[in-house]
Nanobody, 113 residues
Framework: QVQLVESGGGLVQPGGSLRLSCAAS????????MGWYRQAPGKQRELVAAITEGAITNYADSVKGRFTISRDNAKDTVYLQMNSLKPEDTAVYYCRSWAPDSWGQGTQVTVSS
């Protein structure tokens, strides 16, 4: 089992940037896929970005060109760099590991002027 802890959320103005971090309780070197989901009020949770152990990435169409996912296996951490933020990016962002299956507790991102 592994615990995932997100950080880096907050309030930002439209056009601004945030970097989310997801720290794992143990080595993620062998974790094949890790990613970020988000859930806005009244909406279903959706996949935002994912990254394989070989650093192959995948993004939702709504964030392509604005968000970048990365992983630092030496620090057991996955990041989500979010640029050019829009009000519709407002949501709780969750980190996920597929194998072992685990979710973080979420971090709130609010984009508002």
């Amino acid at each position: 089992q592994v615990q995932l802890v997100e950080s880096g959320g907050g309030l930002v103005q439209p056009g601004g940037s945030l970097r989310l971090s997801c720290a794992a309780s143990r080595s993620i070197f062998s974790f094949n896929v890790m990613g970020w989901y988000r859930q806005a009020p009244g909406k279903q949770r959706e996949l935002v970005a994912a990254i394989t152990e070989g650093a192959i990435t995948n993004y939702a169409d709504s964030v392509k060109g604005r968000f970048t996912i990365s992983r630092d296996n030496a620090k057991d951490t996955v990041y989500l760099q979010m640029n050019s933020l829009k009000p519709e990016d407002t949501a709780v962002y969750y980190c996920r590991s597929w194998a072992p299956d685990s979710w973080g507790q979420g971090t709130q991102v609010t984009v508002s002027s």
